[in-house]
């Protein structure tokens, strides 16, 4: 599988303030581009996705933008809370879902009170 | 929302033995389910695609004797770990893919071999 590159590893981000979460990716066949959060112990959960034919999709305070001609998306959360405190996955994958995802590495991201 | 079961939650078991792990979804039929696994701190590592009544795909360097694959039905696919070392010890996810693009991931099975 080809590799995501995702940055940073940890994240601190004071409460209230923007949380930006970046990934690169090498697969151009990739149609498909998934955010996960995972608790501990926990199966990661999808939070947000995005199609390469969009530049940008907002859900609440969760969005993603994304720039196909550098290969590069990112997630942005607003208004960071308490509870957001997780670890952060970017994926891809290609084939119509046929494929399995090629996640990052992660980002722990802490909010901090 | 699909729901993604799996059973064990956890196990522990003495190395050499064989480990079986449940992965159901629960209210949608699963036409592709996938096995993942995760080392502490680590991300996600996708070890084999399973359809529904055919053998399962590995990814390389993962070994297909070693991690035994079954989708027997549209709902439920298992993962054998046979002969089970400590190296084996892992965070066991699966995911199952409904008609639509997404994945809906199970909570995953927590894996100690002694």
């Known amino acids: 599988q080809q590799q995501v590159k995702q940055s940073p590893q940890s994240l601190i981000v004071q409460k209230g303030g923007i949380s930006i979460i970046n990934c690169a990716y090498e697969?151009?066949?990739?149609?498909?581009f998934p955010w996960y959060q995972q608790f501990p112990g926990k199966g990661p959960a999808l939070l947000i996705a995005?199609?390469?034919?969009?530049s940008e999709k907002k859900e609440g305070r969760f969005t993603i933008s994304f720039n196909k001609s550098a290969k590069q998306f990112s997630l942005h959360i607003m208004d960071s809370q308490p509870g957001d405190s997780a670890t952060y996955f970017c994926?891809?994958?290609?084939?119509?879902?046929?494929?399995?995802?090629?996640f990052g590495k992660g980002t722990h991201l802490i909010i901090q009170p | 929302g699909a729901v993604v079961s799996q059973h064990p939650s956890w196990v522990i078991c003495k190395s050499g033995t064989s480990v079986k792990i449940e992965c159901r979804s629960l209210?949608?039929?699963?036409?592709?389910m996938f096995w993942y696994r995760q080392f502490p701190k680590q991300s996600l590592m996708l070890m084999a695609t399973?359809?529904?009544?055919?053998?399962?795909?590995?990814e390389q360097g993962v070994e297909k004797d070693k991690f035994l694959i079954n989708h027997a039905s549209l709902t439920l696919s298992t993962l054998t770990v046979t002969s089970a070392h400590p190296e084996d010890s892992s965070f066991y996810i699966c995911?199952?893919?409904?008609?639509?693009?997404?994945?809906?991931f199970g909570p995953g099975t927590r894996l100690t071999v002694l």
């Open positions: 697969n151009t066949a990739f149609d498909y």
């Open positions: 995005i199609r390469p034919d969009v």
């Open positions: 995911s199952a893919r409904d008609r639509t693009v997404e994945q809906f």
């Open positions: 399973s359809n529904e009544g055919s053998k399962a795909t590995y």
């Open positions: 209210d949608f039929q699963a036409t592709t």
């Open positions: 994926a891809g994958y290609s084939g119509g879902g046929a494929d399995g995802l090629t």
